[in-house]
């Protein structure tokens, strides 16, 4: 019994060190490469969620049913995480290199996220309020039909400011003074509010 529960862990070990090596974690990529189920190969990248503070490459997981990002504090790539209903917040999350996609998502905290490198996609989510701990956005910041009615910590857009159809929108309108929320946050690109 006690050979089959490390023999078990040996294998579990093996296979969150080889997702670990691979330049992109998604369902379908991790299925083929395993030749497990979906259902499996959910749990195989829940455990790697769990078991990894830094990965380098992107996480696409597209739809997925995630309800957490585990020990996950920084990944260097891209992460695609649209239309996941089930996840609720970014937990230790502080770190995504490449672009960040929560477009439908429900969403509503981003945890300890600080920083984005590119492009920060949110439209059409009715769950987060605020940007909370989020001070860079290096590329496009898209908060189109969303419900986000704080900035939070956000000093640097750099590209395209978007609010339309968002309550922070008319916040920005009937606050256009000096020290204004627009003010307050360096944006490289448009801004759009309507």
């Known amino acids: 019994m006690i050979k089959l529960i490390k023999e078990d862990i040996n294998k579990k070990v093996g296979l969150i060190k080889l997702i670990q090596k691979q330049p992109e974690v998604s369902l379908?990529?991790?299925?083929?490469?395993?030749?497990?189920?979906?259902?499996?190969?959910?749990?195989?990248?829940?455990?790697f969620l769990?078991?990894?503070?830094?990965?380098?490459?992107s996480?696409?997981?597209?739809?997925?049913s995630i309800t957490s990002l585990?020990?996950?504090?920084?990944?260097?790539g891209e992460l695609d995480l649209a239309t996941?209903?089930?996840?609720?917040?970014?937990?230790n999350l502080e770190y995504v290199g490449g672009s960040l996609d929560l477009e439908e998502s429900d969403i509503s905290s981003l945890g300890n996220l600080k920083y984005i490198g590119k492009n920060f996609m949110l439209r059409f989510n009715d769950d987060l309020n605020s940007l909370e701990k989020l001070e860079h956005v290096g590329g496009n910041l898209d908060l189109r039909h969303t419900?986000?009615?704080?900035?939070g910590k956000l000093k640097y857009v750099g590209g395209y400011f978007?609010?339309?159809?968002?309550?922070?929108a008319l916040k920005i309108i009937n606050n256009r003074s000096t020290y204004g929320i627009l003010d307050k946050i360096k944006i490289?690109?448009?801004?759009?509010?309507?």
Request: hydrophobic residues 30%.
């Open 59 to 64: 996480i696409i997981l597209y739809g997925a």
């Open 188 to 194: 490289k690109g448009e801004t759009y509010l309507n």
């Open 147 to 151: 419900k986000i009615r704080s900035t």
């Open 50 to 57: 769990n078991n990894t503070e830094k990965y380098d490459g």
């Open 162 to 168: 978007s609010v339309r159809e968002a309550p922070i």
């Open 28 to 47: 379908n990529h991790i299925m083929d490469l395993l030749g497990y189920s979906r259902d499996k190969t959910m749990e195989i990248i829940k455990l």
């Open 84 to 91: 996941n209903t089930t996840l609720e917040s970014l937990g």
């Open 70 to 76: 585990g020990k996950l504090k920084y990944i260097g």
